[in-house]
């Protein structure tokens, strides 16, 4: 636990006075016995019979069943607290580039299979309970899988990249934001596009419904689904990377960006064109320190299995607000059946 214990009924707590007269009644009930033991025999004799172990003993299940008394009246105060919960991230958005310049041989036997055989690799590692949805970008960007939880369908998706000409990460953060928050009210369209394409009309002419109002979060706030970019980093078309990554910061999405290729680059052709494609490391790193996330660099095949297993053991723990009252119920149970079962043990009686 991480921060100080919330109530949701703090009202409920008033009950915990009932514990120093539960210890008040008890000691009573002590001195009343042993006024009588002493009707019937001498003190001398009853100190033999009660020896130092035997008198703490006596005091041990009623001490267990003042405790769980106290965690049940805990637990009906609803209590909560900020604890570190396995499989933190519900949907994880893979964003991955599949523009030429994957296609480049600087990591073996190129950079886009290198990355597919990574991402299979990271999903493998992933709770079943994570849902993942794949984007694949180039000129533009799609959901080629929304989000899901088999594994079986999101590595077909992988296994059908096909490559295309121009890279469009703004495109790819924008349609996987869509994809995360679908209900978020972000207009994909006028971000992706700019202008309706069959009329030439702006589209901020076009009539809209009106907008929800939308107020941001802090950065890095979002606990329920992250973004994973990898790519090369080298934009040459679509909406600008880092007005889309404030767009996801704003609603407290955090952008991992994965770096895939050197920062020499190599020349590649393709259909009768060449170009030298060079890792944009500046931008990737900008992206993730906008949203409050963390860039990797992954020059080898080797070192991008080693980030995604990074970013697995990252995506799989959050601190999270719950609630805990179920834990204090379970233990005020276990205290109560170990307070009966050591008095039926040593006074064959229940308290």
Known sequence: MNSPVTFLWPQFLWLMLALPLLVAVYIWLLRRKKKMALRYASLSIVREAMGAGQSFRRHIPPLLFLLAMAAMLLAASRPFAVITLPSQQETIILAMDVSGSMRAT??????????QNAAKAFLAELPRSVRVGIVAFAGTASVVQPATLSREDLVTAIDKFQMQRATAIGNAIVVS?????P???IDLASLTYGRNRSSGVAID????????SFTPVAPGSYGSGAIILLTDGQRTTGVDPLEAAKIAADHGVRIYTVGIGTVDGETI???GWSMRVKLDEETLKAIAN???ADYFYAGTAADLKKVYETLSSRLTVEKKETEISGLLALAAAALALVS???SLLWFNRVL
């Open 183 to 185: 209900d978020a009210g």
């Open 269 to 271: 052709g393709f259909e």
């Open 340 to 342: 009966a079962s050591l």
């Open 290 to 292: 906008k949203t409050q």
């Open 177 to 181: 934001l869509g994809e995360l928050l």
């Open 205 to 212: 002419q076009v009539p809209k419904e009106p907008k929800k």
């Open 106 to 115: 600087d990591v073996q036997p190129n950079r886009l299979v290198a990355s």
